[in-house]
T-cell receptor, first 116, second 111 residues
Framework: NAGVTQTPKFQVLKTGQSMTLQCAQDMNHNSMYWYRQDPGMGLRLIYY???????DKGEVPNGYNVSRLNKREFSLRLESAAPSQTSVYFCASRSSPGTSIYPPQHFGDGTRLSIL | SQQGEEDPQALSIQEGENATMNCSYK?????LQWYRQNSGRGLVHLILIRSNEREKHSGRLRVTLDTSKKSSSLLITASRAADTASYFCATGQGGDYKLSFGAGTTVTVRA
């Protein structure tokens, strides 16, 4: 049971290049999230998908696009990378409320992205 | 903008001592969660407290919530080297699916 898997783990891009970060979960969760983590700033939500077929902007969506490919997969795309997008990107997933009214989020181990 | 702010930013303690960290937030919440992040890894959920609860325990963890002061604390008792990590509070508001994370407290447990 792998949980949340992110690929790649590391990537270096040049300014202006495009890139898709992949995320897949095997827990049959409905909701999925993309965050970025910068030093001293905690996690900031980029986009989320409350359920398959829906996506919504988070706190810092500019420069990013997402695709909820199916229930398992949620990808994040940088169309034209900028140095300000150098960060660690985390994908997370969460089940729908059931036994727990507020189910916790489960995180992947991140993609470390450097843009030169 | 981020909802939660942790205090202190960093904490260094001796193995066996207790570690206490605080989280303050700005707007009404329906739940507050604490997560741990080991170096180079993703966040792991530790404990959740609902807005109508004042205290919860889980193993060596104790969480308190004071909604009148918009603050929470996480206590780790009898710390171990394996507790070395960053700890984040996250708040949930309304009926949506989102969490707002603070900037975290980095805890170092010295052997």
């Amino acid at each position: 049971n792998a949980g949340v898997t992110q690929t790649p783990k590391f990537q270096v891009l040049k300014t202006g290049q495009s890139m898709t970060l992949q995320c897949a979960q095997d827990m049959n969760h409905n909701s999925m999230y993309w965050y970025r983590q910068d030093p001293g700033m905690g996690l900031r939500l980029i986009y989320y998908s409350a359920s398959e077929g829906t996506t919504d902007k988070g706190e810092v969506p500019n420069g990013y696009n997402v695709s909820r490919l199916n229930k398992r997969e949620f990808s994040l795309r940088l169309e034209s990378a900028a140095p300000s997008q150098t960060s660690v990107y985390f994908c997370a997933s969460r089940s729908s409320p059931g036994t727990s009214i507020y189910p916790p989020q489960h995180f992947g181990d991140g993609t470390r992205l450097s843009i030169l | 903008s981020q909802q939660g702010e942790e205090d202190p930013q960093a904490l260094s303690i001796q193995e066996g001592e207790n570690a206490t960290m605080n989280c303050s937030y700005k707007t009404s919440i329906n739940n507050l969660q604490w997560y741990r992040q080991n170096s180079g890894r993703g966040l792991v959920h530790l404990i959740l407290i609902r807005s109508n609860e004042r205290e919860k325990h889980s193993g060596r963890l104790r969480v308190t919530l004071d909604t009148s002061k918009k603050s929470s604390s996480l206590l780790i008792t009898a710390s171990r080297a394996a507790d070395t990590a960053s700890y984040f509070c996250a708040t949930g508001q309304g009926g949506d699916y989102k969490l707002s994370f603070g900037a975290g407290t980095t805890v170092t447990v010295r052997a």
